[in-house]
């Protein structure tokens, strides 16, 4: 129904425009290891199994939002992979910034607004020895989903742009648009680093900082204070002993304040 919207807006870009998918990042996993160029786009207008981090689905009211994966094959070192998936939070936050002057990036990659999801981001990867051969950016962001779109369990803590700022948009824009945003800021990775614009951009609007947060690492919970991000991209927590821990990965519970 939008694919020639999509193919419109999208020409010059690899596009796999699907009606239907079980999950976008599925699908353009097996494009990577078959060999798809980096660069390629698979769209979906719906999923029926959408998935999120850390084993949690993800639901999209059909044709609303955006659910998009995007294969990228940047030369990239192991350790470097996991700073694709902030620069694709990145690419979102920079992307909306000038819509909503409040968003925030909750580390790694979630985009948050006045306290709600707006965006989630699955980023999922393959090495080739010690380097990157693909990575899957798998990306959900709610556009012009109204609350009854989402199911009511998500209602209080999800969010749309269009919620948020009363107008509605045009999806394969959009695409376009974060598309343009995740290349710059790959190239950026690619060029400088992440210690540089990643993360000077990210600290500017992280929802975490100065947060008492708690974060499963190695199946134990580690709590601190929320201090910043580290050149390899790791969220610093100053503990209440006074140490400093860098954290690689996992989801940080915000400490309710008493
Ligand atoms: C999260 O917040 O847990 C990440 C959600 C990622 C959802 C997107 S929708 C497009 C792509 N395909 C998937 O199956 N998941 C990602």
């Known amino acids: 129904m939008n694919k020639a919207a999509f193919a419109a807006r999208l020409a010059g870009r690899r596009l796999v425009y699907l009606a239907e998918v079980d999950s976008t990042n599925r699908y353009a996993w097996e494009l990577a290891a078959a060999g798809a160029a980096a660069g390629t786009v698979v769209v979906a207008e719906r999923q029926t199994g959408g998935r999120g981090r850390r084993g949690r689905q993800w639901t999209s009211a059909p044709g609303k939002n955006l659910t998009f994966s995007v294969i990228v094959r940047p030369a990239l070192p192991a350790d470097r992979v996991p700073l694709l998936a902030l620069a694709a939070g990145a690419a979102g936050l920079s992307l909306l910034l000038a819509e909503l002057p409040d968003l925030q990036v909750k580390w790694p990659n979630d985009l948050y607004c006045r306290g709600r999801k707006l965006a989630g981001i699955l980023a999922e990867s393959r090495l080739k020895g010690k380097k990157l051969d693909f990575a899957i950016l798998g990306v959900g962001l709610n556009v012009n989903s ?16 269009c919620l ?7 999806l394969p824009g959009l695409l376009a648009d974060y598309l343009g ?14 210690g540089g614009r990643l993360r000077s951009l990210l600290a500017a609007h992280s929802y975490l900082r100065d947060r008492q947060v708690t974060i499963e690492v190695d199946g134990r919970p580690v709590s601190g204070r929320v201090c910043g991000l580290d050149e390899n991209g790791r969220l ?14 996992g989801e940080a519970t915000v400490r309710a304040v008493a």
């Open 181 to 194: 945003h995740l290349d710059d800021w790959q190239a950026e990775l690619q060029q400088h680093g992440f």
């Open 164 to 170: 948020l700022t009363g107008r509605r948009y045009d």
């Open 236 to 249: 610093l927590l100053a503990a209440g002993d006074g140490r400093r821990l860098a954290v690689a990965a």
């Open 146 to 161: 109204e609350a009854v779109d989402f199911p009511p369990s998500l209602r209080a803590t999800a969010t749309s742009l």
